[in-house]
């Protein structure tokens, strides 16, 4: 709700419709019934103005809100992108996990709602990454392996095909680790090629915006080329017909499995005139499936819906595809036990 706002009017209207409870004729009991809006947006009324932060170079960047991309829409606040975008000439926002997650829910979901037109799209793969989808394990990622590399651009080249989808102009970015080797490198660049994709070394990792100049050159050259972007679905399908289009055509699924009780749900938000809202998916984001142990890019499976939630407010239906965890977790050694304040008032142990 906070982040795909469009005002504070947006805001209050939202929390207003928030689905609390039924009644006993299974009606939806909403926050605007209950005359709790005006208190809630008291609550978040200076938490809803975008964050100017100063990045480690100095440099100005928005940072306001985030929520995860593997279980709701992995983008910042729409009132972050407006800000920048009347600031800058080019406004750079991230969309969380891979393209078949952050990068359809904000094209799908948050262009969408926001009547945003990206002009470019920046698709970011490592060499470590592209090794494990090539089926390296975690703890084997140092030395060169081509072949693993190789093979895991399948899953980089299926990211490529579903940007081209939108019909938004794109640049492979490979953040390259000192650790890559050109032969690794190299392998990558072929197979963006192979699909005539547009790509770029960076060395940003190791030398900060300086090794990213060539990349942002790039990608204004790119924001200059014509942008046909369409969303992936059209918002009066049926809400089943809208899963399986981000099920097949994304995912690449040969099918979709709902469960009765969750098939039975969306015909009941759909009779309650909740069927125009876009689909939010919510499944691991190690795999194109639901299941995190199949990397690379598989194709012809069965995409398993257990449950279907509906999020009113925020102005989207959720759909939780397998065993996916829906409260996200801290890591065993979370940066927020490092951080200080010593006597004089001095923060530490941010960086």
């Not at 890591?331 to 142990?349: L, Q, R, Y």
Request: hydrophobic share 45%; net charge negative; glycine share 10%.
């Amino acid at each position: 709700i906070f982040c795909l706002a469009r005002s504070l009017e947006d805001l209050e209207e939202r929390l207003g419709r928030m689905v609390v409870a039924q009644t006993r004729t299974r009606q939806p009991v909403t926050a605007a019934q209950l005359k709790v809006t005006g208190a809630m947006t008291a609550l978040l009324r200076d938490a809803f103005q975008p964050n100017l932060v100063q990045t480690l170079e100095a440099t100005p960047a928005l940072v306001h809100g985030g929520p995860f991309a593997n279980i709701a829409h992995g983008c910042n606040s729409v009132m972050a992108t407006r800000a920048a975008l009347g600031l800058a000439d080019y406004v750079v926002t991230e969309a969380g996990f891979g393209a078949d997650l952050g990068a359809e829910k904000f094209l799908d979901i948050k262009c969408r709602q926001a009547g945003l037109a990206p002009a470019a799209v920046v698709i970011v793969a490592t060499v470590r990454a592209l090794k494990m989808h090539g089926g390296v394990a975690q703890k084997d990622l140092g030395p060169e392996n081509v072949a693993a590399v190789a093979l895991g651009a399948r899953n980089l080249v299926r990211h490529i095909e579903n940007i081209k989808q939108f019909g938004v102009p794109a640049v492979v970015a490979i953040n390259r680790f000192t650790s890559d080797t050109p032969a690794e490198i190299a392998a990558i660049e072929a197979a963006c090629a192979e699909v005539g994709a547009h790509v770029h070394l960076c060395t940003h990792w190791a030398n900060g915006s300086a090794g990213a100049v060539g990349l942002a050159e790039e990608v204004v050259r790119l924001a200059q080329e014509p942008s046909q972007f369409r969303p992936l679905y059209d918002s009066g399908l049926p809400l089943v017909d809208k899963i399986e289009a981000v099920a097949t055509k994304i995912y690449r699924a040969g099918s979709v499995a709902i469960e009765p009780a969750a098939r039975k749900k969306l015909a009941e938000f759909e009779a309650l005139g909740y069927g125009d809202l876009p689909v939010c998916m919510a499944k691991t984001q190690y795999s194109f499936t639901a299941d995190p142990t199949q990397r690379g890019a598989p194709e012809g499976f069965v995409l398993p819906v257990r449950e279907v939630r509906l999020s009113a407010g925020a102005g989207f239906v959720v759909v939780l595809c397998g065993e996916v965890m829906t409260m996200p977790g801290l890591p065993s050694h979370p940066a927020a036990e490092d951080i200080f304040v010593d006597e004089t008032g001095f923060i530490g142990g941010v960086f």
